[in-house]
């Protein structure tokens, strides 16, 4: 795996020494310092590598695109299941193999190994640093310590949104750090610590300095982004001199109003179901916000809710659900859930099921319950074995499958704005206002010359199977309706 693994930022231009120059006076610059960046996990770890990445582009440092080109290494690492603490450990082992300079950040790196000690450290001896998740000056502490950053009396600019590992035209905005919900399989709080939430004005800056570096889509991202503000009692800050709450409307509001000025879109993750969220969706209606929610339900059975201690499991969702397509018919409903969890019966997982059948949700993924060194919930009685767990997983998403392939195929004969992230001489990849990049489907679009990489198109839906739709550019003329419009009838 080389650096910079997740999207590659540009290395920057070797500069040409001043000495070669035949110019008096004038300081050598030395060669810059060339930092490899190997990035893994969801994507809150994406928007740690994007702020670190983005303080070494600030100071001099280069991004280096191979470990062979590299001075030293970062890897951002994932440790919430045992997959990702296997390929992190992997990761950083390969870069050590292949460089030798090493420091290691994120998740894992807060993860205790069999002793108490630090599991990275124990596993790999021979890193220069550990640190635990969002732990930016840290990170820099110890590249300066390793790698110092040669003196450049020129200025080293870095774009005003700063380096971003995701394509240019989207970008993941996180509003707030950690978690006050202690849920049985979720070892997160333990690693990335209670909610932290980020200022309202300082989020609004941010995400009206990404739209104006071009970024169409603005992806909110946080472990609860329904808490947001929670943690500091909904202070007030302020937005342009303008007195405004930290709270989940508020900066809903506040985005939308900012990307309607430049023609983008907002999109909301990882919502849970508080009454509170009620109040965003005429924001959606208004079409400040995507008619977009991911609500990670896990499981619909209150006896399985409790046994996980999820936060909301006395919400009635199937009725929440359909008073929030009353209020947006077009809204679109993305889930995650957990099958076999311990102590889940049949006759719980049937009513899983039912739940799924009846609320018809538009997007859903489901895991086959996997213990996690150091959650609650491996202290539970009623382990399921595995072919159970992982038959569940697979029934559970044949229902889907077929509830999936029935909303879209109401989608053909309708026309969808689109996003495009690909396009070449035999089309695009595009995504509507239902698909949230690389979790959800796309849609797939007919060559057209209007097929650019971020730009906003009409599309006629003319085709559809359980997870993408399919169709053809068409002109919608001088006057036609832009913004954050979502699905539009033909």
């Not at 397509?325 to 039912?354: H, M, N």
Request: with cysteine.
């Amino acid at each position: 795996m080389p650096p910079v693994s997740v999207k590659r930022p540009r290395a920057a231009t070797r500069r040409t020494p001043v000495a070669a120059m035949p110019r008096p006076n004038v300081p050598q610059v030395a060669e810059p310092p060339r930092v490899g960046f190997v990035s893994l996990g969801c994507p809150k770890a994406l928007v740690d590598a994007e702020r670190i990445v983005t303080q070494l582009r600030a100071e001099g440092y280069v991004i280096a695109p191979s470990y062979h080109d590299s001075d030293l290494v970062v890897v951002n690492t994932c440790g919430f299941i045992d997959d990702a603490v296997r390929e992190s450990l992997d990761a950083i082992g390969e870069a050590l193999a292949e460089n030798g300079k090493v420091v290691v950040t994120g998740c894992l790196g807060a993860k205790a190994g069999a002793d108490g000690g630090n599991l990275v450290a124990q596993v790999h001896p021979s890193v220069l640093a550990v640190t635990g998740p969002h732990a930016l000056e840290e990170v820099m502490g110890h590249v300066h310590a390793h790698l110092p950053r040669p003196h450049d009396p020129f200025l080293d600019l870095v774009p005003e949104g700063g380096v971003k590992l995701t394509p240019r035209h989207y970008a993941y905005l996180k509003i707030s750090e950690g978690c006050n919900h202690r849920c049985s399989f979720c070892i997160i709080p333990s690693m990335r610590g209670d909610l932290v939430s980020r200022p309202i004005g300082e989020v609004v800056r941010e995400a009206r300095a990404l739209l104006k570096s071009g970024v169409k889509e603005l992806l909110v991202i946080s472990q609860d982004t329904s808490a947001y503000g929670v943690d500091i009692k909904y202070r007030t800050d302020f937005v342009d001199g303008r007195p405004v709450r930290t709270r989940m409307t508020e900066l809903c509001r506040e985005l939308g109003l900012a990307a309607r000025e430049h023609d983008a879109w907002v999109r909301l993750h990882y919502v849970y179901p508080y009454p509170h969220v009620d109040e965003v969706l005429p924001l959606m209606a208004e079409g400040l916000v995507l008619p977009y929610l991911d609500v990670p339900f896990q499981h619909a059975h209150p006896e399985v809710l409790k046994r996980m201690k999820r936060p909301a499991s006395g919400e009635r969702n199937l009725e929440r659900i359909q008073g929030w397509r009353k209020v947006v018919p077009k809204l679109t409903v993305r889930s995650t859930f957990i099958a076999g969890f311990p102590g889940e019966t049949e006759s719980q997982f049937d009513e899983l099921l039912a739940f799924l059948k009846e609320a018809e949700l538009d997007r859903v993924g489901c895991f086959a319950y996997s213990p996690v060194e150091g959650a609650a919930a491996n202290e539970l009685d009623g382990a399921l074995p595995d072919e159970v767990r992982e038959d569940r997983r697979k029934r559970f998403m044949q229902v889907q499958q077929r509830i999936s392939r029935r909303r879209l195929k109401r989608k053909v004969g309708t026309v969808q704005r689109v996003l495009v992230d690909a396009a070449g001489p035999e089309g695009a990849i595009a995504r509507s206002a239902a698909d949230a990049p690389e979790i959800d489907g796309v849609v797939h679009v007919a060559p057209h010359p209007s097929l650019k990489v971020g730009a906003f198109v009409e599309v006629a839906i003319d085709g559809s199977d359980a997870h993408d739709l399919s169709g053809t550019v068409v002109d919608t003329g001088a006057g036609a309706p832009r913004g954050a419009r979502g699905v539009r009838r033909a």
